[in-house]
């Protein structure tokens, strides 16, 4: 049931490791996004993807790597993980048009130690 | 510079009162505003969404209201519960652009 889904809910890893995030929706969505939401609570947008292509990239270190393998699914892989990247990342999916609504997942609290 | 500021930044009320939550926002081209609650450790969800030429919309104990002149919403909660505690954040569109986010204002509804 659930309609946009994140594994895993907690991630702790070293500094240093390579670490992914997946994301999936059964909402039949084109488009997907994924937010960081740091320890002040600001959401801020980090990629958004319309039917499998990269729309948007908002100035994120080039470790984030997003992959789209379908239109379901956007996973995010970080690469050489730092301190600084500790925080909670949402994924979520809307459909197009200039009223629609996002439509989050429950996200992903990474700890880096 | 799109932006969007909430006040209060946190805001504790006792159960049962009323509160009111603020947005400004220097948005354009301006399409529509939502507000969203953040529960502790959830993604947020969609309560209102306000268009361009709307003033006013419920949603059972929450209404939102919109001045398009002003640039201004606000989001009313009547006979606030303690399960109203949450994040509250409003989200603007403009055009194609990606969402705007504001920082959100912290509501704690205490017994």
């Known amino acids: 049931d659930t309609a946009v889904s994140q594994t895993p809910k907690y991630l702790v890893t070293q500094m240093g490791n390579d670490k992914s995030i997946k994301c999936e929706q059964n909402?039949?969505?084109?488009?997907m996004y994924w937010y960081k939401q740091d320890s002040k609570k600001f959401l801020k947008i980090m990629f958004s993807?319309?039917?499998?292509?990269?729309?948007i990239n908002e100035t994120v270190p080039n470790r984030f790597s997003p992959k789209s393998p379908d239109k379901a699914h956007l996973n995010l892989h970080i690469n050489s993980l730092e301190l600084g990247d500790s925080a909670v990342y949402f994924c979520?999916?809307?459909?197009?048009?200039?009223?629609?609504?996002?439509?989050f997942g429950q996200g992903t609290r990474l700890t880096v130690v | 510079k799109n932006q969007v500021e909430q006040s209060p930044q946190s805001l504790i009320i006792l159960e049962g009162k009323n509160c009111t939550l603020q947005?400004?926002?220097?948005?354009?081209?301006?399409?529509?505003l939502r507000w969203y609650k953040q529960d502790t450790g959830r993604g947020p969800v969609s309560l209102t969404i306000?268009?361009?030429?709307?003033n006013t919309k419920s949603n059972g104990r929450y209404t939102a209201t919109l001045d398009a002149d002003t640039k201004q919403s606000s989001l009313h909660i009547t006979a606030s519960q303690l399960s109203d505690s949450a994040s509250y954040i409003c989200?603007?569109?403009?055009?194609?652009?990606?969402?705007?986010f504001g920082k959100g204002t912290r509501l704690s509804v205490i017994a």
């Open positions: 979520a999916s809307s459909r197009p048009g200039l009223n629609t609504e996002a439509f």
């Open positions: 909402l039949g969505h084109d488009t």
């Open positions: 993807y319309n039917n499998k292509e990269l729309i």
């Open positions: 947005c400004n926002y220097t948005v354009s081209p301006f399409s529509n």
């Open positions: 306000m268009t361009f030429s709307e």
């Open positions: 989200v603007v569109t403009a055009g194609n652009t990606p969402l705007v």
